[in-house]
């Protein structure tokens, strides 16, 4: 719900006018602000010009439009951003308002839209509110051709700070306008992801990797996005930001323009322009220069049409490429050098990318994983990936979202009791949900039972988002659900997240009304202005799109007896509904369907059924039997061996409250001992039962080997999900080969892969299987820390190979080979790797691999030349005389040495 608001504006001639924001709602209490997903937050048009009245529209193509530029960053109207110029801002004053401003901020992903300068006081007084029209001759600031005010460089500047220094959460009738910096966590960025495009759902990409938050990967700041690493030389002028829906990218980016606005980070950058590909896909039909294009977004900043962009560092940051419509053909468009040149929007786009048209220019791209493959690989100097919270971070931000500290920590200590909707909440924007829920249901005293599901959640979220004043609702705010949820299903099959005028009139929703519709659905429904005034619409966040989907196909069974899901519509009974649905989900292989199914299945339950009266006051109320609903999603677990599927299986009967299947195997797994022999291998729905159970547990609740259920090849490919969302992969004596090793060499190369031991002893993976492994080893991403082969048929060449592994600068702290024959020959290969610089191994196992004295030489030799790193050494059950033991024991006495600990007598254990 948005506000109107009448903020004194300055006319043509300095005069206070009352200047009416277009699109104002009657009767909304309270202003809101945000979008969740990620985006849709729109920004109003501020007249400056004359005194218009509230339908008169002025249009952008005209030269002296008085309206201000509607430029959004991923579907948020972002303004004209300032232009940095060297110089003392130190002293400069950011006004804060009195009384709470709507922000601008939406955290899906996340739309950012222009502040109303609302304001209280007089503005004339305000030297940083806007630039003194009476001075009588402007001061200039030389920074090359042309010469610039500098009045207007502290007036954007200023502008800029209002514009995104605040952030709104919460709803329209309990959130507040928060300072960015009050409410900011940060979020975890890495490095990485090249070539690696993830067509999955998110919600699986999130689940499947539930922990990847916790990886030890090199963290980079939002604001030091163009920066290297340490070691790296090569520059970067295009970065790729990819991350799900709601993570944080145009948080991120809010971050980058605030620090440089207030002078904190990157003000070497004279120019930020950021752009939304929402924007952009509206004018692809037009031939524009690149400074057409600028002046055309920007018109604020007059002065553009004088600027020589390419003598100035400039930062252009385009948002949401997931939402471009265009191809973004980079092997066919013409080439475009010059600024003037008109072409199409997407010529232009491809040729600033690839470098022809600015090659000085920093570029910043934001998009959902699933869409980044639109730009060549070659094309990207950085891939970068937004991680989300983790549990560090999650605390931390309920800490900050939940004011009273009892609350936050109940609010916590709820989520950790439900492990899948904790792991949810490593996306930002779902912890804001399960706050805005928690806070209200903990702070009144009959709220009913606190949410443990997801389906649960959202009913309460829905609740409160539609409540208005005393919370009274109407026929029509029904019908109004009723709509939306239509709408959500219509476009959720065409795999539509964002919808224009002729899409609400198919699901009869009238047109004059959109603004009805969004403002009393808040923060669940946007409509936003884009260029030339057209409207687009959306919902705030893709997970609200699939609840209210399902509400629709819930309602639709309940009231009409129809199942939308079947082209007859036919349904008979329940049972024929939720089969429809849950076969749709597993035929889907990117699981697009798997959150909604979740939400189908969960509002069939008595309990949520009566948490939906307060919104559905006229459905039917039906006694539904969901037990025929369980036996056949036990069936389909049995026969599907795709591991995300049945994770998905398991957790739709999460939302049934059927428990049964797993309950068996965590009180065996708390006990130590599984519900079949050692020997026998296990149902698949045994398999699907514990490695549930391992991926949605606390990291180190279960001490479980995995060997017990892994015994081939398959297995492994099978339980990928699973491996490498543990610290500890424990594959010993599992009948696997080489072939598993190129798998787990993949795994070892990913950024969300949280393998720190991995022991293969007892394989017969041979040389092979070692240089299939070296590949993820020598990878910078590879976190390993312990390696353990014995008994793997290895011989000299696996030594070889090895070595070369340590002289990359490999993560490994602890490699164990004992049991293999790798004789003295190998040993002379290895200490190739023990002498490089690079090395950081810390301990060596090389129990009875058939050595001699002439080894110890070799390794005394590596240690002398190399002394700082290696502490252990262990050298048992080989045929070692006192002369090669001696060299060894002298660098374990010699100070200078790490060495510390010697063993070459037998000892009780050596594996």
């Known amino acids: 719900m948005e506000a109107s608001v009448s903020p004194k504006r300055l006319n043509s001639s300095g005069d206070k006018t009352n200047s009416h924001v277009n699109q104002e709602r009657p009767g909304s209490p309270v202003p809101s602000c945000v979008s969740m997903k990620s985006d849709r937050s729109m920004g109003l048009p501020i007249h400056l010009k004359g005194g218009l009245n509230n339908n008169q529209e002025v249009p952008l193509d005209s030269p002296d439009s008085p309206v201000s530029s509607m430029v959004s960053m991923k579907s948020e109207r972002s303004k004209g951003l300032p232009i940095h110029f060297q110089g003392d801002f130190k002293n400069e004053k950011i006004p804060r308002p009195d009384s709470p401003v709507p922000s601008c901020v939406s955290m899906k992903s996340d739309r950012l839209m222009g502040l109303p300068t609302h304001l209280k006081g007089d503005s004339d007084k305000d030297e940083d509110f806007q630039m003194k029209t009476t001075s009588p001759e402007p001061t200039y600031y030389a920074y090359g051709p042309p010469m610039i005010p500098l009045e207007a460089v502290e007036a954007t500047k200023s502008h800029l700070r209002r514009k995104f220094q605040y952030l709104l959460e919460g709803t329209a009738t309990q959130g507040q306008t928060r300072l960015f910096n009050e409410i900011y966590t940060d979020l975890y960025i890495t490095e990485g992801g090249e070539g690696e495009v993830n067509k999955e759902h998110e919600v699986r990409q999130i689940e499947t990797a539930s922990r990847r938050a916790e990886a030890e990967d090199i963290a980079i700041k939002c604001t030091d996005i163009f920066k290297p690493l340490p070691g790296q030389s090569k520059p970067l002028r295009t970065v790729l930001t990819k991350g799900v829906a709601g993570i944080g990218k145009t948080v991120s980016v809010q971050k980058f323009i605030l620090d440089w606005a207030d002078g904190k980070a990157n003000q070497d950058v004279q120019f930020i322009f950021p752009l939304a590909f929402r924007e952009l896909n509206l004018i692809k039909e037009k031939n524009l220069s690149l400074l057409q294009l600028l002046q055309h977004l920007f018109r604020e900043q007059k002065d553009i049409q004088f600027f020589r962009i390419e003598e100035h560092k400039v930062v252009f940051i385009f948002d949401g490429l997931d939402e471009y419509r265009s191809p973004l053909d980079f092997h066919n468009s013409k080439p475009v050098t010059k600024v003037e040149d008109p072409v199409s929007v997407d010529t232009l786009l491809t040729n600033l990318i690839k470098g022809n048209l600015l090659p000085s220019a920093l570029l910043w791209i934001t998009t959902r994983p699933g869409a980044a493959d639109k730009i060549p690989f070659e094309c990207v100097d950085r891939v970068t990936e937004i991680q989300g919270f983790n549990d560090f971070e999650k605390k931390e931000y309920f800490r900050k979202r939940i004011s009273d500290e009892n609350l936050a920590k109940r609010a916590i200590s709820h989520l950790k009791s439900s492990r899948s909707l904790y792991i949810m909440c490593h996306i930002p924007v779902l912890c804001w949900i399960s706050a805005t829920v928690l806070e209200r249901m903990f702070t009144e005293a009959s709220s009913g039972e606190i949410p443990k599901s997801l389906t649960q959640m959202y009913i309460h979220f829905l609740i409160i988002q539609m409540e208005i004043r005393e919370g009274k609702y109407t026929d029509t705010d029904e019908e109004m659900i009723f709509r939306l949820g239509k709408l959500a299903f219509q476009q959720l099959e065409k795999g539509n997240l964002i919808f224009y005028e002729e899409d609400l009139r198919e699901c009869g929703i009238d047109i004059t009304e959109a603004s009805v519709y969004s403002g009393v659905c808040t923060q669940i429904f946007r409509e936003e202005s884009v260029l030339y005034q057209r409207k687009v619409f959306s919902f705030v966040h893709l997970s609200i799109q699939e609840f209210l989907a399902a509400v629709h196909v819930h309602v639709s069974f309940t009231i009409k007896g129809k199942n939308v899901l079947r082209s007859d519509h036919t349904c008979p009974l329940l049972h024929d509904l939720h089969k429809v649905?849950?076969?749709?989900?597993?035929?889907?292989?990117?699981?697009?369907?798997?959150?909604?199914?979740?939400?189908?299945?969960?509002?069939?339950?008595?309990?949520?059924?009566?948490?939906?009266?307060?919104?559905?006051?006229?459905?039917?109320?039906?006694?539904?039997?969901?037990?025929?609903?369980?036996?056949?999603?036990?069936?389909?677990?049995?026969?599907?061996?795709?591991?995300?599927?049945?994770?998905?299986?398991?957790?739709?009967?999460?939302?049934?409250?059927?428990?049964?299947?797993?309950?068996?195997?965590?009180?065996?797994?708390?006990?130590?001992?599984?519900?079949?022999?050692?020997?026998?291998?296990?149902?698949?729905?045994?398999?699907?039962?514990?490695?549930?159970?391992?991926?949605?547990?606390?990291?180190?609740?279960?001490?479980?080997?995995?060997?017990?259920?892994?015994?081939?090849?398959?297995?492994?490919?099978?339980?990928?999900?699973?491996?490498?969302?543990?610290?500890?992969?424990?594959?010993?004596?599992?009948?696997?080969?080489?072939?598993?090793?190129?798998?787990?060499?993949?795994?070892?190369?990913?950024?969300?892969?949280?393998?720190?031991?991995?022991?293969?002893?007892?394989?017969?993976?041979?040389?092979?299987?070692?240089?299939?492994?070296?590949?993820?080893?020598?990878?910078?991403?590879?976190?390993?820390?312990?390696?353990?082969?014995?008994?793997?048929?290895?011989?000299?060449?696996?030594?070889?190979?090895?070595?070369?592994?340590?002289?990359?600068?490999?993560?490994?702290?602890?490699?164990?080979?004992?049991?293999?024959?790798?004789?003295?020959?190998?040993?002379?290969?290895?200490?190739?790797?023990?002498?490089?610089?690079?090395?950081?191994?810390?301990?060596?196992?090389?129990?009875?691999?058939?050595?001699?004295?002439?080894?110890?030489?070799?390794?005394?030799?590596?240690?002398?030349?190399?002394?700082?790193?290696?502490?252990?050494?262990?050298?048992?059950?080989?045929?070692?005389?006192?002369?090669g033991e001696e060299p060894l024991e002298a660098l374990r006495k010699d100070p200078h040495c790490s060495l510390k600990i010697l063993t070459t007598k037998p000892q009780k254990s050596w594996c």
């Not at 001992?673 to 291998?681: D, Q, R």
């Open 581 to 883: 649905g849950v076969d749709l989900a597993l035929e889907s292989e990117d699981g697009h369907l798997d959150l909604f199914i979740r939400f189908l299945l969960g509002l069939s339950l008595e309990s949520n059924q009566k948490n939906l009266d307060s919104l559905l006051k006229n459905a039917k109320k039906t006694s539904l039997d969901t037990q025929e609903t369980s036996r056949y999603i036990k069936q389909k677990i049995e026969e599907c061996w795709t591991f995300t599927k049945m994770l998905n299986l398991f957790h739709c009967l999460n939302e049934l409250n059927d428990t049964s299947m797993v309950k068996d195997i965590q009180e065996a797994l708390l006990s130590g001992h599984l519900p079949w022999p050692s020997e026998t291998t296990p149902s698949n729905c045994q398999c699907a039962s514990l490695m549930y159970l391992l991926l949605t547990a606390e990291e180190g609740k279960y001490d479980f080997h995995l060997n017990r259920i892994i015994k081939t090849d398959e297995c492994i490919e099978k339980t990928i999900p699973v491996i490498k969302a543990l610290s500890q992969a424990r594959l010993g004596w599992c009948r696997i080969t080489s072939r598993s090793c190129e798998q787990l060499g993949l795994v070892l190369t990913q950024s969300s892969s949280l393998i720190r031991e991995l022991d293969l002893s007892g394989n017969k993976i041979q040389d092979c299987g070692v240089e299939k492994l070296s590949r993820g080893l020598e990878n910078p991403k590879c976190k390993l820390k312990q390696l353990k082969l014995t008994n793997c048929s290895l011989t000299e060449r696996s030594c070889a190979i090895l070595a070369s592994v340590l002289s990359t600068g490999s993560s490994l702290r602890e490699l164990n080979l004992s049991g293999n024959r790798i004789q003295d020959a190998g040993v002379k290969l290895f200490t190739d790797g023990l002498k490089s610089t690079c090395c950081k191994l810390k301990v060596l196992r090389l129990h009875n691999c058939g050595l001699t004295d002439e080894s110890c030489f070799y390794l005394a030799a590596a240690l002398r030349s190399n002394p700082s790193h290696l502490r252990e050494l262990h050298l048992s059950v080989n045929t070692l005389g006192e002369s």
